[in-house]
């Protein structure tokens, strides 16, 4: 398992998935490496849940940090094509976050969760030693809605088409130049553009919008995020067991994402993309799905085809699941070079 970062595939073979409670048969979809979502049966209902750490960085702002914070949870069972529903949210928050502070989180997170249609049902609300930001908790969201709505993430079928929405590195590159906009080392406009991308760093309305507009053309849908795009790629045809053929030069790629990577030193493909969409859609729903999604101002653009095989080939080389997110250690040279920018006895 990487030091930072997600669990990968061989930690989770052998230490996770052999260990899942008891079998039931309202099981559906269980935990698999790259599935955003969980998939129950009740009573011929489907209830989509999925679950994830609550991230509040003080940087942003805490109205700004909340709404990221919710988007990010609600995600991952967005992409199942049923709407969010339901959350539960646990906070375990640092001893140094005051009642103001968090009043600012939850009053986000409660707009949020109404403008999306989600009630928030149960919970846990407390202050901890030990505990830090950014990482101050943990949540569960719940789709609800009938089976022949999901969109599986296991389903991209051959001779499906391959979009891509907002194009890599956008959460990266909307973090990182937010959070250590001096260390970064960026001029405006670029930094000002690249800041920007931190605002398509949520797919929830754009995954709702897909699944309106395909009309059960939609075959899989997946959130980018650890490991970017070719991670992404990569989950989408191995839970589907196809080959995935992608050139780059169909991919949007966003303002100041470019500059930002190179800044740092990682690459695009291979680094957090938050917000971003990998959609496999029947081709004779493909123009419906583009132009819903050019209506909400959604950069997206077809990037490649589903075939029969397995792997993925980016413009005629075979790439892997990367082994780790680039992000990560970025993250941490630029703390430690703002620490040391903003400490005058610093060597």
Known sequence: MPNLGKADRTFLADRVLPNLGADRDDVSIGPAHGVDFGLLDIGGTAVAIAADPVSILPTLGFERAGRFAVDFVLADVAVSGLAPSHLAIAFTLPPEMDDESFSRVWGAIDDEARELGVSIVTGHTARYAGCSFPWVGGATAIAVGDHGEVIRPDGARVGDEILVTNGPAVETTGLLSTLFPDAIGLDDPTLSTAQARLDEAAC??????????GNGGVHAMHDATECGLYGAFAE???SAGVRLEVSTEGVPIRPGVRET???????PWTAGTGGTLVIAVDPEHTAAVRDALDAEDTAVGVAGTVERGSGVVVDGEAVTHPETDPTWAAYEELAAASDRGSDPDAA
């Open 261 to 267: 990577c190179d800044a740092v030193g990682i690459d």
């Open 204 to 213: 929830v309305r754009d995954a709702m919008t897909v699944s309106a507009a």
């Open 236 to 238: 989408v045809a191995g």
